[in-house]
Nanobody, 121 residues
Framework: QLQLVESGGGLVQPGGSLRLSCAAS????????ITWFRQAPGKEREGVSC????????NYADSVKGRFTISRDNAKNTVYLQMNSLKPEDTAVYYC??????????????WGQGTQVTVSS
């Protein structure tokens, strides 16, 4: 079964840290660009950070720049999102998305089930 599984969410106080993981099973992430999204109650899903298949290019939403770091370990078939200096407005369900686009295979797109992050005192 091809799937992505997020983990590492939880309840943390403002200013705290969490590290989210996105692990793939049934396929390799080597050739996939990965994006972390989040969705807070009553809000639209928004992109938080993305990383290229090689890991050489990363991008961040302005709201998390300087606080979050995305990385990947292709040997472990896992992508991470290190979240520091967390704020209450970071509270959301976090999802990872893997996308591969090729002229021969077309587009392959996988989503995880999400992991809840709650920042509250």
């Amino acid at each position: 079964q091809l799937q992505l599984v997020e983990s590492g969410g939880g309840l943390v106080q403002p200013g705290g840290s969490l590290r989210l993981s996105c692990a793939a099973s049934g396929f390799t992430l080597d050739y996939y660009a990965i994006t972390w999204f989040r969705q807070a109650p009553g809000k639209e899903r928004e992109g938080v950070s993305c990383i290229s298949s090689s890991g050489g290019t990363t991008n961040y939403a302005d709201s998390v720049k300087g606080r979050f770091t995305i990385s990947r370990d292709n040997a472990k078939n896992t992508v991470y999102l290190q979240m520091n200096s967390l704020k209450p407005e970071d509270t959301a369900v976090y999802y990872c998305n893997a996308v591969q686009t090729s002229a021969i295979l077309g587009r392959r797109d996988y989503w995880g089930q999400g992991t809840q992050v709650t920042v509250s005192s």
